[in-house]
């Protein structure tokens, strides 16, 4: 238990379906990402909040919408998704502020596929 | 723009046998360089970082890496394998790099699978 919870671990669903990841953390963070991980190819950010304001968009499809309502939570909302977006998708809390410094804490993840 | 490289796609060594895993990275100025683990299904996990100081850093589980400003790496070393060391392994590079809104990205490389044979 890293203190970074995400929900739901699998989920499956078709091109046409709307669902929600939800990640929550219970370290006191302030930072909060979103990483794609597909195979054979580095983490890919997604998004950044920081103290709740998102600071970092990386070029990310409008069918990706994240939430964040409070510094300890965080939500990806999905909607009319293709194949190629199904990846594990990890949520991470930093103690934040801007720096490259940043440790994170990963959650364990939430793998989708995309029918 | 800031890159990491880990030449090695997959690894495999037999328990007990020493390690090392390479990691070269390209960035303007001094990195902060980091090793995270994931095994399977699971998410990453800090092996150890560098910031400053002391090139040779120690981590979690008997791991360390030393910082080489010459050769631009940061590989990682364990000198016995235990058979539970079999995951994958992430270097990453974080710097005072602006980017995009105004945050900072941390840059992770392909990743290395280590394969342990008992």
């Known amino acids: 238990e890293t203190g970074v919870t995400q929900t739901p671990r699998h989920l499956v669903m078709g091109m046409t379906n709307k669902k929600s990841l939800k990640c929550e953390q219970h370290l006191g963070h302030n930072a909060m990402y979103w990483y794609k991980q597909s195979a054979k190819k580095p983490l890919e950010l997604m998004f950044v909040?920081?103290?709740?304001?998102?600071?970092e968009n990386n070029s990310v499809p409008s069918r990706f919408s994240p939430e964040c309502p409070n510094s300890s939570h965080l939500f990806l909302h999905l909607h009319t998704l293709q194949p190629e977006d199904s990846a594990l998708y990890l949520c991470?809390?930093?103690?934040?502020?801007?720096?490259?410094?940043?440790?994170?804490?990963f959650g364990a993840g939430s793998r989708l596929t995309v029918l | 723009a800031q890159s990491v490289t880990q030449p090695d796609i997959h690894i495999t060594v037999s328990e007990g046998a020493s390690l090392e895993l390479r990691c070269n990275y390209s960035y303007g100025a001094t990195p902060y360089l980091f090793w995270y683990v994931q095994s399977p299904g699971q998410g990453l996990q800090l092996l150890l970082k560098y910031f400053s100081g002391d090139t040779l850093v120690q981590g979690i589980k008997g791991f360390e890496a030393e910082f080489k400003r010459s050769q631009s790496s940061f590989n990682l070393r364990k000198p016995s394998v235990h058979w539970s060391d079999a995951a994958e392994y992430f270097c990453a590079v974080g710097g005072e790099i602006y980017s995009g809104a105004g945050s900072y990205q941390l840059t992770f490389g392909k990743g290395t699978k280590l394969s342990v044979i008992p």
């Open positions: 909040y920081n103290f709740k304001e998102q600071t």
């Open positions: 991470a809390s930093a103690q934040g502020g801007y720096s490259g410094a940043n440790v994170l804490t």
